[in-house]
């Protein structure tokens, strides 16, 4: 006797509506071709304009993935097999969106009218939640070593690692009531939604991902509004259209920060090597010549002297104008870093004792 009490009856009509719609309409059908199909088709567009501090824009960068781990902890759960391969692929399609500069406002409604319609707990009636029970066990104990042990100064304050904390009990404690009375319980799967996406921000925050995150789609932004202007062609973006690919994957499924980290390095290196026409950072390089020697002028209060605290204001200037350097950022970043430099510079000399 099957222990799963599932009406069969509804599955073809629930598998029909649910490719219907992630795939039946013209729009989505072009863009489910591929696995990452507006990464291979954005090279010949330009930057939007919406960046990643965009609502909409973070929400499916968070949700797509949510999506992703939610499905594939159903994988083998019974008569899913139908359902796996079409949610996968959407959670894969629907971060590609987010993670294209070019993606416009009307992309990223479509793609959260797909995350809205995800997932139909009416799939996962009669499922067991005692995987889900350990998930979120395991979870909680990483989450007290964490924040006890393995944050790093400024990436996770005492205030967030509060909010967290009382984020993944709640969830618990919502779970473990609906657990105790049985495993298959319809609730678990509603809470199990929530516990994936509060899990991808905690990841994101662990791993350093956000700052990756921002630092890799500036490049690819860059890149794209270059190609646009016919300073790059296609085939000099080739190898970094293929890193930007390979990041886009691990990024999509969570995988380990060692692979995540290796993809970056790629990414990094494939915009690096690119032909540099301005020579951006090779002018960042001779503004930090000029101004080091600086440091070393006379301090004091007497004529021709300068303050004490002129030469830390200037420090700190040049050693942010260093790391810009060694990040190595786009164009405008560049830029706004010899900005700065060039004002501190300017305030350092205006505080000359006449």
Do not use: C
């Not at 009636?125 to 979120?136: A, M, N, P």
């Not at 993944?168 to 678990?188: C, K, N, P, T």
């Not at 290796?262 to 990414?267: H, Q």
């Amino acid at each position: 006797m099957n222990v799963f009490k599932r009406k069969k009856g509804f599955k073809p009509t629930l598998l029909f509506f649910a490719v219907l719609f992630f795939l039946g309409s013209l729009p989505a059908l072009a863009h489910s071709e591929g696995a990452f199909s507006a990464a291979d088709s954005s090279d010949s567009r330009t930057p939007s304009g919406i960046g990643l501090e965009d609502a909409e824009r973070a929400r499916i960068f968070n949700q797509s993935r949510a999506m992703y781990q939610f499905n594939e902890i159903h994988k083998s759960a019974y008569d899913y097999e139908e359902y796996y391969p079409v949610f996968k692929q959407a959670s894969l399609n629907l971060f590609s969106t987010a993670f294209d500069p070019a993606s416009t406002r009307e992309e990223l409604a479509d793609a959260l009218k797909q995350l809205d319609a995800f997932p139909s707990y009416t799939l996962y009636w009669g499922e067991s939640g005692y995987e889900i029970d350990r998930l979120l066990l395991e979870t909680e104990m990483q989450l007290h070593l964490h924040t006890e042990f393995g944050n790093e100064p400024g990436q996770w304050t005492e205030t967030e690692a509060e909010r967290a904390m009382d984020e993944i009990a709640s969830i618990r404690d919502r779970m473990y009531d609906l657990v105790f009375q049985s495993y298959w319980d319809a609730g678990i799967r509603p809470l199990f939604w929530e516990y994936q996406n509060f899990m991808v921000d905690f990841e994101d925050r662990r791993n350093g991902r956000k700052a990756m995150l921002e630092q890799a789609f500036q490049y690819r932004a860059d890149v794209l509004k270059r190609t646009a202007a016919g300073q790059w062609t296609e085939a000099q973006t080739g190898e970094f259209g293929t890193a930007v690919r390979a990041l886009e994957t691990q990024l999509a499924v969570m995988a380990s920060p060692e692979a995540v980290q290796t993809a970056f390095d790629r990414l990094q290196a494939a915009y690096e090597a690119l032909p540099r026409e301005d020579g951006a950072s090779s002018a960042l390089a001779a503004d930090l010549e000029t101004a080091r020697p600086l440091l070393g002028l006379p301090k004091g209060i007497r004529s021709g002297q300068y303050p004490a605290s002129a030469f830390g204001a200037l420090r700190r200037a040049i050693r942010d104008a260093e790391r810009a350097l060694e990040k190595g950022g786009t164009e405008e970043q560049l830029t706004q870093a010899r900005n700065k430099l060039a004002a501190a510079v300017a305030e350092f000399h205006s505080r000359k004792k006449a």
